[in-house]
T-cell receptor, first 114, second 113 residues
Framework: GAGVSQSPSNKVTEKGKDVELRCDPI?????LYWYRQRLGQGLEFLIY????????KSGLPSDRFSAERTGESVSTLTIQRTQQEDSAVYLC????????????FGPGTRLLVL | GENVEQHPSTLSVQEGDSAVIKCTYS??????FPWYKQELGKRPQLIID?????GEKKDQRIAVTLNKTAKHFSLHITETQPEDSAVYFC????????????FGTGTRLQVTL
């Protein structure tokens, strides 16, 4: 079936504006993760959703960052009042109940804050 | 929380030679250790993983070893080819509490002709 998809693929915004990033996980995948990857660096965990449980928000860098997920479907990551240091690729991944550790990544959204 | 360190940050080998990337982790409760390959501008993709109940796993030219006592694990690529050039990330998680992965900082592998 289709893999994890993300939109938009690229986003350029001005400092201070809000942005919303979307992730469509693989159908039937119960868990969904958001990561941030700054240029030339590793993947930084942001937030984790598992079914209807309370999300693990321990990686969110500030209260400007928030994410939502309805059930086991689409998730949106919102960054309010964007700053230049928010510029990065935002990656989404999902896992299934059967192979729960294997994370399948989306192509990412490249965010540039001017 | 978990902390994963990865070395080296860059690695250049000649085609046909072997490449070794090493990672250490801090949380003794971690029990799952995947390796991801990320080509330039592409998404990370799982290439091999190992669980804490085994010490070594091999898949063709790729092998991973795990030393639980020392809390380190390594990726070995033999007979390297130009298409192996990419950034490789190790990661660790405790699947008993959550599947949240903590990633290393990555190794940029360059295979030269």
């Amino acid at each position: 079936g289709a893999g994890v998809s993300q939109s938009p693929s690229n986003k350029v915004t001005e400092k201070g504006k809000d942005v919303e990033l979307r992730c469509d996980p693989i159908s039937g995948h119960t868990a969904l993760y958001w990561y941030r990857q700054r240029l030339g660096q590793g993947l930084e965990f942001l937030i984790y959703f598992q079914g209807n449980s309370a999300p693990d928000k321990s990686g969110l860098p500030s209260d400007r960052f928030s994410a939502e997920r309805t059930g086991e479907s689409v998730s949106t990551l919102t960054i309010q009042r964007t700053q230049q240091e928010d510029s990065a690729v935002y990656l989404c991944a999902s896992t299934s109940r059967d192979t729960k550790e294997t994370q399948y990544f989306g192509p990412g959204t490249r965010l540039l804050v001017l | 929380g978990e902390n994963v360190e990865q070395h080296p940050s860059t690695l250049s080998v000649q085609e046909g030679d072997s490449a070794v990337i090493k990672c250490t982790y801090s949380d003794s409760a971690s029990n799952y250790f995947p390796w991801y390959k990320q080509e330039l501008g592409k998404r990370p993709q799982l290439i091999i993983d190992i669980r804490s109940n085994v010490g070594e796993k091999k898949d063709q030219r790729i092998a991973v070893t795990l030393n639980k006592t020392a809390k380190h694990f390594s990726l070995h690529i033999t007979e390297t080819q130009p298409e192996d050039s990419a950034v490789y990330f190790c990661a660790a998680s405790n699947t008993g509490t959550a599947s949240k992965l903590t990633f290393g900082t990555g190794t940029r592998l360059q295979v030269t002709l």
